[in-house]
């Protein structure tokens, strides 16, 4: 029997023999640098590695396909600037295996998706383009041309222009996305959905409406000389190593860091700066100074607290906020504060979690601090009320005139390398009207005004059968999407899905009627055009665009840069109509460039700036306090107490990452840092709710989501007792995404609650 779509979307529910340690309160050091040879020397060879790794993220080097996370714009550490984690992205991508024609005629497509995502990931680079027809059950090799008139024979037989779908992972660089949305909009769509609605939207949405720009206002320098960092909703640890040494930097400046966390992640807690030899030798830093163990989706509740005693120190006192800083560059102070004033304390108190003299020490701190970072990532934008999350930090951070100031900010940490970038060069559902006009006064066509499709509305199109072709340039969409199993029906409905990857994953594996796969060249990659090798170009988190370059010979002759891959499908899709000459820009992407230029604020002498060292910084008007926003000021925002009322036995879940993968690639089975080895069916639980349960230890249990009177399964995992706040759990992604409901998002952003779940633990009986 053939598999259905989502047995195909499903990894196996097979145990891989649990063991548990004592979770780790220092991280990286020894055991880090260990890890990450361990990884290299198992899939490149030593020369490769050696080379590459004097070469991340330096100066004229090429960018880690990690983090977003920003390098140094001044000294960088000769032993280049990479982290364990960086390490592992890098050794997957460069990795010497490859699969071809033999592999695919070798294992079928059901058979292939059996196997679990860490197996799928070890099988090697894609290495040519591959073609599933209709009906059959193997891929097969398929020329370029080939796939190109595939996809425009596809594209062309459409009704309407939005019955396609094309999304975006955040590794493309700022060349191939800005193509790319070119040719989407050419072709006569919006659809650009991307892994930034799954991730920072809700970030963007908050701080575009409440301080004119969906970016974060600090720099590096900032954060060293920051008096008070706050560290919400995120695992610098496992997620953004190298954050720790500014973190570390910013300490020994005198900068005091509360960590706001359900989970005492080790990242927060101390670090060893693999870097620092005699650090190595002699112990780490103490990072966090206070930590506070929220509940989850407790951090408005928290602010609100927080926020209720400044005012009634303000009102004592009269020096705690700052007066000129709220006069001049703010709206909506004195609508603010009366909401505020309909709050109780107690109550607020009650629902974080937090205990009074917890909260007193951090109420002092931020008492006692005038220079105030905030830095956020997935713990606060993967809820429904994710953006009163940010927006009640935002307040915050105005009453104290924490805005535009050296060492004060917003810091949202960015996942992908160039997650930030795609958006600034036009990959948006949404993008203002003002880009649009720009395309239309450069190149001559009208491109669609209506909005397109973000991830979740794009399931819910290919589900109806609106939407019939899906394109991914890079991700993994199967993966990463909430509701596994509508998904995987949604994608199946299509008549053609085609994916540009580096690496076999399972998005491959859920097809539509037909299906592609075209492998491209990774990061580390020298990429040779008629014009010789091309240098590239991505953005960080703080807004500095800088070049990246390949080193290593491209795994297979066979592959394309995701420029003319684009290039390819634009020449052909759009022949005897397009008013583009398409193929001019992948000889040279100089060319690409100038014309980012010519569309893209912020990048007058894009060509010549990007030949500086460290590149440059994008305008950013938060940071010089001109907020474009509607009121043309800093605007407080009314933002309400999320409302949960579980009911007996249920918990609310996150579904978070393990220190052993990059999103929805496995590196590993081991999640270090928290003690547990070899196994990712697992479910961490407070010990009180595991008597109350009368669960024990390495129970084997299914979880059972509950939205809207749907009931979502997930079978097999295994108990951990953890230090995690009562009425609470974790999980892995992907696993557990065919628990998480489409239909519930974040206001405004849709990104989708992935961190708060509500599940049932149901024990098995026998
Ligand atoms: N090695 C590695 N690096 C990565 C990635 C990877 O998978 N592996 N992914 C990249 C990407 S795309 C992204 S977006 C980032 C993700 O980086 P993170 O956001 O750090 O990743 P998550 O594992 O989702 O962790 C979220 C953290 O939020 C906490 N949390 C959950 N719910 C709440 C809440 O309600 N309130 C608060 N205060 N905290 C909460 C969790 O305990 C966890 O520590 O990392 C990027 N870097
Ligand atoms: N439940 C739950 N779901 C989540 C999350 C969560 O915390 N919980 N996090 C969400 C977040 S923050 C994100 S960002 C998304 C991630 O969603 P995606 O970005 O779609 O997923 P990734 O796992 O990062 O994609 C990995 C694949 O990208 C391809 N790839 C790697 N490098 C390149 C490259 O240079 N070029 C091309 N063309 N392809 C490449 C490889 O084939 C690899 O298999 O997942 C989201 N899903
Ligand atoms: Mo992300």
Redesign the pocket.
């Known amino acids: 029997m053939p598999k259905t779509p989502f047995e195909k979307a499903s990894t196996p529910e097979t145990f891989t023999d649990l063991s548990i340690k004592a979770p780790s309160e220092n991280s990286a050091g020894m055991e880090a640098l260990k890890s990450a040879v361990g990884q290299v020397s198992k899939y490149m060879n030593l020369t490769d590695a050696l080379k590459l790794s004097l070469k991340i993220n330096q100066k004229g080097g090429f960018d880690c396909?990690g983090c977003a996370w920003p390098d140094p714009d001044d000294e960088r550490s000769v032993l280049g600037e990479y982290c364990e984690n960086g390490m592992k992205a890098m050794a997957e991508?460069a990795q010497n295996k490859t699969i071809k024609t033999d592999f695919f005629a070798k294992h079928a497509v059901d058979e292939l998706a059996g196997l679990s995502d860490f197996e799928i990931g070890k099988s090697g680079r894609l290495a040519e383009p591959m073609y599933l027809a209709k009906d059959a059950t193997h891929y097969q090799p398929i020329s370029w041309d080939g796939a190109f008139a595939k996809i425009a024979e596809h594209l062309n037989a459409l009704g309407h222009s939005d019955e396609a779908v094309f999304y975006t992972?955040?590794?493309?660089t700022n060349e191939a996305a800005f193509l790319y949305q070119l040719f989407v909009r050419e072709f006569g769509t919006s659809n650009l959905p991307d892994?930034s609605n799954?991730?920072h939207e809700a970030s963007g949405s908050a701080l575009t409406e409440t301080l004119g720009i969906g970016k974060g206002s600090v720099t590096l320098d900032d954060l060293y000389k920051a008096e008070l960092v706050m560290v919400v909703g995120q695992n610098p640890g496992t997620n953004h190593p190298r954050m720790l040494t500014a973190l570390e930097k910013c300490k020994k400046n005198g900068g005091k860091i509360i960590a706001i966390n359900p989970l005492p992640e080790a990242g927060l807690i101390k670090f060893t700066n693999p870097q620092n030899p005699i650090k190595l030798l002699k112990g780490g830093t103490k990072i966090a100074d206070v930590f506070v163990p929220i509940t989850i989706n407790g951090d408005v509740a928290f602010v609100k607290a927080l926020l209720i005693k400044l005012l009634e120190k303000e009102m004592v006192d009269g020096n705690v906020f700052d007066k000129e800083f709220i006069e001049t560059f703010t709206y909506g102070y004195e609508a603010f504060i009366t909401d505020l004033k309909t709050y109780d304390f107690d109550e607020c108190l009650k629902a974080s979690g937090i205990s009074l003299e917890l909260f007193n020490q951090v109420l002092d701190m931020v008492l006692n601090n005038q220079k105030i970072i905030i830095c956020w990532a997935?713990g606060l934008t993967?809820h429904q009320n994710a953006v009163d999350n940010i927006r009640e930090f935002v307040n915050l951070l105005l009453l104290k005139g924490s805005i535009g100031k050296e060492g004060a900010g917003t810091c949202p940490v960015r996942?992908?390398s160039n997650v930030q970038g795609d958006r600034t060069v036009g990959i948006w559902e949404a993008a203002p009207q003002a880009f649009l006009d720009k395309i239309e006064a450069k190149y001559g066509f009208k491109p669609r005004h209506k909005h397109g499709y973000s991830v979740i509305d794009a399931i819910k199109a290919m589900y109806e059968q609106k939407a019939k072709v899906f394109f991914g340039?890079?991700?993994?969409?199967i993966?990463?999407v909430?509701d596994t199993k509508y998904a995987a029906e949604a994608l199946s409905n299509c008549n053609l899905t085609v994916q540009?990857?580096?690496?076999l994953?399972r998005s491959h594996l859920v097809t539509g009627k037909e299906a592609l796969i075209l492998p491209?060249l990774?990061?580390s990659e020298k990429d040779y055009q008629k014009s010789g090798i091309q240098v590239q170009s991505v953005e960080n988190s703080m807004g500095v665009v800088s070049s990246t370059k390949g080193i290593l010979e491209p795994c297979s002759e066979k592959l394309l840069s995701?420029v003319a891959v684009v290039c390819g499908i634009a020449n052909e899709t759009l022949k005897g109509r397009s008013k583009i000459n398409w193929l001019q820009y992948k000889d040279d992407y100089n060319l690409v460039r100038d014309d980012i230029e010519e569309v893209v604020a912020g990048f007058e002498s894009y060509n010549q700036r990007l030949q500086q060292p460290s590149g440059f910084y994008l305008p950013n008007g938060a940071r010089i306090r001109k907020f474009n926003t509607t009121s043309g000021k800093a605007n407080f925002s009314i933002n309400k107490m999320p409302d949960w009322k579980l009911k007996k036995d249920e918990l609310i879940m996150m579904?978070?990452?393990s220190h052993d993968q990059?999103?929805?690639?496995i590196y590993g089975l081991n999640d270090r840092y928290r003690g547990i080895f070899n196994e990712r069916r697992v479910v961490l639980m407070n010990r009180e709710d595991m008597k109350e349960r009368n669960l024990e230890e390495r129970q084997v249990v299914n979880l059972k989501s509950h939205y809207k009177s749907v009931v979502r399964t997930a079978n097999n995992f295994k108990v951990v007792g953890y230090d995690i706040p009562k009425n609470c759990c974790a999980t892995y992604?992907?696993e557990?995404?065919v628990l998480?409901p489409l239909d519930s998002f974040a206001h405004t952003a849709k990104t989708?609650a992935?961190k708060s779940v509500v599940v049932t633990i149901e024990a098995l009986t026998d």
Request: proline letters at 9%.
């Open positions: 396909p991508e992972s955040g590794r493309t892994c799954m991730c997935m993967q996942g992908h340039l890079g991700g993994n969409f993966s990463a909430p540009v990857s580096t690496k994953n491209c990774g990061r995701e579904t978070i990452r990059f999103n929805t690639t992604f992907p557990t995404n998480v989708p992935s």
